[in-house]
């Protein structure tokens, strides 16, 4: 067995590790133990680690089936990379309909946590724009699964957490560009109430809004942040998929005594008023727009060896402003924030998974350094509040949440357990079902 760790590095488990090669003669039952697919772990938690048992890593189920450039339809193997497929498509005029904050995720990956990008207020989650994939059980059974085929195994393997099967190989829709460049605006917000404001205002006409906040600002600056809005460029032309810049590297983990409240909240301040005007305006390529952190290698290892959480709620939006702002105040007391908080406003359109996170909302996402038990008990009172606010927390983040609250937030969790696949099961199922 190796060790191994998601993203946040909380926890660490030991597991055996199986790399499927051929999707058509691929079998992956007789096995003793009991099975996860497993992309690239960059999920934060543990809803990809399966403790003393087995991970099917899909790295080497890596190819491209067929490419409709004309209509913008691409069919793939699930361990297909999102930056191999912008490198494919974009030089043709093509882009991912949905993209989340990094690229370097699998196409399984994507749809088994139907993830969400700075476009959801216009295109829901990644799933929407799945039309088809081939779901592999353990035991052999192989089912083609749409909308109108095996409809409700397609529903439950989308954001379904790896726990219906293998995904073998995967259709998804493209979108339409004309550049590979990015028109976006950068705002400077005093306050939460700005934020609601700005995000209601450029949700209307701009296709990509986000904010980044400074989640240790209190009272009157409370949810200060700066608001980022942009969309497709149409001049320039296009270039290639991926570009070649100069990429940074953490090479070591940062000592502990690198994260503290004061060097965080230094570092806040100082983002905060990183722009000299209240509002700038930018033309650049696609990458530091919808990847930023992607250009720094091993991000990760800036909080040390003990690893991070991530907190990802959505709070529907009646009460939003409210409980974000009860949220922000017990995090800015607690002095526990972090450098990368994030605000977006989660739009209508219905997520088609049966256990997927987004729906209707506003979203909160914070990284926290671990500080052991005092972090985990900020969590609890977290939690409290977006339990009471009938909100929820994100499993793809998650590595502490507990079975109440997990079903709490999902409460169709029962039903989607007659789709699991018996022969597959997560650190993360077992933590929060018992199952
Ligand atoms: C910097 C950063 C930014 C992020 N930004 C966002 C964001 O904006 N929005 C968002 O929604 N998420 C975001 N995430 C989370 C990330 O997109 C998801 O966790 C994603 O699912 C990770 O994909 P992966 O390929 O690494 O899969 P893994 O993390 O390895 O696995 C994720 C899940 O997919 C399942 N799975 C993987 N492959 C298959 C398959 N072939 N068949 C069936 N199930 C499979 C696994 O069992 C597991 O349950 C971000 C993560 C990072 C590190």
Not at 28 to 50: H, K
Not at 372 to 392: P, R
Request: charged share 20%; aromatic share 12%; with cysteine.
């Amino acid at each position: 067995m190796t060790v191994f760790q998601s993203w946040g590095r909380i926890p660490s488990v030991r597991q055996d590790t199986f790399f499927p090669k051929w999707r058509n003669t691929l079998a992956i039952g007789d096995r003793d133990s009991l099975l996860l697919p497993y992309g690239r772990g960059r999920s934060y938690g543990d809803s990809c680690l399966n403790d003393g048992q087995t991970i099917c890593v899909t790295s080497r189920l890596n190819h491209f089936i067929h490419f409709d450039r004309e209509q913008g339809i691409l069919r793939c193997e699930s361990g297909v990379g999102l930056d191999e497929i912008l490198q494919l498509v974009v030089p043709y005029g093509w882009f991912l309909t949905v993209t989340p904050g990094t690229r370097y995720i699998t196409v399984g990956g994507a749809i088994a946590n139907d993830v969400h990008g700075k476009n959801h207020h216009l295109a829901g989650t990644f799933g929407c724009h799945v039309t088809a994939f081939e779901l592999l059980r353990t035991t052999g059974e192989r089912l083609c699964c749409s909308v109108t085929e095996n409809a409700p195994m397609f529903r439950a393997t989308i954001g379904g957490l790896g726990l219906t099967g293998l995904i073998t190989w995967a259709e998804i829709r493209l979108k339409k560009i004309t550049t590979s460049f990015i028109d976006s605006e950068t705002i400077r917000f005093e306050n939460l109430a700005e934020f609601f404001v700005l995000s209601e205002e450029s949700d209307r006409d701009w296709e990509y809004t986000v904010a980044w906040i400074d989640c240790l600002a209190q009272n009157t600056s409370l949810g200060r942040g700066l608001f980022m809005r942009g969309r497709h460029s149409e001049q320039l032309m296009l270039k290639s998929g991926n570009t070649r810049g100069r990429r940074l590297s953490i090479p070591v983990n940062a000592p502990g005594f690198l994260l503290n409240q004061y060097t965080i909240r230094l570092f806040n301040e100082i983002y905060y008023h990183k722009n000299r005007k209240k509002q700038c305006a930018s033309h650049a390529h696609y990458e530091p727009f919808f990847y930023p952190l992607d250009s720094i290698d091993n991000w990760n290892r800036m909080y040390g060896r003990r690893g991070f959480y991530q907190y990802q709620c959505v709070i529907p939006l009646a009460d939003g402003q409210a409980i974000i702002a009860a949220l922000l105040t017990t995090i800015a007391v607690s002095g526990m924030g972090s450098f990368l908080s994030v605000l977006k406003r989660f739009g209508d359109i219905a997520s088609p998974g049966m256990l997927s996170f987004p729906r209707q909302g506003v979203t909160l996402a914070l990284d926290f350094p671990n500080y052991g038990d005092k972090v985990l008990a900020l969590f609890e009172q977290l939690d409290n509040l977006v339990m009471d606010a009938n909100g929820a927390v994100y499993p793809a983040k998650d590595a502490r949440m507990s079975a109440e609250a997990f079903q709490h937030y999902f409460p169709q969790w029962r039903d989607f357990s007659r789709y699991r696949d018996p022969g597959m099961s997560s650190s993360f199922w077992r933590r929060v079902t018992g199952e």
